[in-house]
């Protein structure tokens, strides 16, 4: 059975940084390319950066140069570093690894 597990959401001040996690277990995480995405209200669910296998990234416009993707394949563990958050990153983050999905983590910028 497959798990994604996020964790790291919570509120933070426009400027802030948040670290965003998400945990898998029955996958073969090393051989997935991962993907973290964004869904706020009332919109479709966009993605926000992914990374393959072999760790070549890619980054929504709106996000280059304040976030970071990387992974962990020892710890089948995946990452969002967030900085400078915006008003505008508010939304619930998932995590995809194959075609699975977590549950989502909730990040809120504001003040």
């Known amino acids: 059975q497959v798990q994604l597990v996020e964790s790291g959401g919570g509120l933070v001040q426009p400027g802030g940084s948040l670290r965003l996690s998400c945990a898998a277990s029955?996958?073969?995480?090393?051989?997935?390319?991962m993907g973290w995405y964004r869904q706020a209200p009332g919109k479709q669910r966009d993605v926000v950066a992914t990374?393959?296998?072999?760790?070549?990234?890619y980054y929504a416009d709106s996000v280059k140069g304040r976030f970071t993707i990387s992974r962990d394949n020892a710890k089948s563990t995946a990452f969002l570093q967030m900085n400078n958050l915006k008003p505008e990153d508010t939304a619930v983050y998932y995590c995809?690894?194959?075609?699975?999905w977590g549950q989502g983590t909730q990040v809120t910028v504001s003040s």
């Open positions: 029955g996958i073969v995480f090393h051989l997935n390319p």
């Open positions: 990374i393959s296998s072999g760790g070549s990234t």
């Open positions: 995809q690894v194959s075609y699975y």
